[in-house]
């Protein structure tokens, strides 16, 4: 079954630092998102990204936040310089969308556990 | 057992219950809805949805139930199993959006 793969895994970094975190989803999708978890909390819209540019953003995508396809396989999340509350899991999805029904099933990868010390 | 609304994140249950988890979404203009299960350290995967002209939608040993006049949406689990044991989330999409709008979360644990 096809599925969005993240890395890293896991990524420690030092408050102030940036951070890029990457993402390839399912080949045949066009729509591909992020989203956040902050520990026990619920899932959070960050971005999402169609035709190689932003489409929908939420209020918590401020400018610390970027987003770029680099290649035909590659989404990535870039935090340009750290804070201690964007310690979270980030998950990536991807989708097609049917635009007859409406229908949006997102798939989403497995995360990457963000710390920041 | 039954969980009333978000208000209560935890539901516990045998194996062999039928489970139902509740949720109160918000937005009267939402149209399509989902339901996603979260296992522990994965991301969440998608269960089933609805749309709102509909109130009821069947899949396996899964059913969700839709009241648009209380903007209330439950998930039932037929035979609940322990490999159920997770976070189910629900989720609404507005009208012209797209994007998935997840609720808190309702975390269900199966005992043997």
């Known amino acids: 079954e096809p599925e969005v793969t993240q890395t890293p895994s896991h990524q420690v970094t030092q408050m102030g630092q940036e951070v890029i975190l990457r993402c390839v989803p399912i080949?045949?999708?066009?729509?591909f998102y992020w989203y956040r978890q902050i520990l026990g909390q619920k899932v959070e819209f960050l971005v999402s990204?169609?035709?190689?540019?932003?489409?929908?953003k939420s209020e918590i995508f401020d400018d610390q936040f970027s987003v770029e396809r680099p290649d035909g396989s590659n989404f990535t999340l870039k935090i340009r310089s750290t804070k201690l509350e964007d310690s979270a899991m980030y998950f990536c999805?991807?989708?097609?969308?049917?635009?007859?029904?409406?229908?949006?099933?997102?798939?989403f990868g497995a995360g990457s556990r963000l710390t920041v010390l | 057992g039954e969980s009333v609304g978000l208000h209560l994140p935890t539901l516990s249950v045998q194996e062999g219950d039928n489970s139902i988890i509740n949720c109160a979404y918000s937005?009267?203009?939402?149209?399509?809805f989902i339901w996603y299960k979260q296992e522990s350290g994965k991301g969440p995967q998608f269960i089933i949805d609805?749309?709102?002209?509909?109130d009821k939608r069947q899949g396996q040993r899964v059913t969700v139930l839709l009241n648009k006049t209380v903007k209330h949406l439950s998930l039932q689990i037929a035979a609940t199993q322990p490999g159920d044991s997770a976070v189910y989330f629900c989720?609404?999409?507005?009208?012209?959006?797209?994007?998935?709008?997840f609720g808190r979360g309702t975390s269900l644990i199966v005992h043997p």
């Open positions: 999805a991807s989708s097609e969308r049917d635009s007859r029904s409406g229908a949006n099933v997102l798939t």
């Open positions: 990204f169609y035709n190689n540019e932003i489409s929908e």
């Open positions: 989720a609404e999409v507005s009208g012209g959006s797209y994007i998935p709008t």
């Open positions: 609805i749309r709102s002209n509909m």
């Open positions: 937005n009267s203009a939402s149209d399509y």
């Open positions: 080949s045949n999708h066009l729509y």
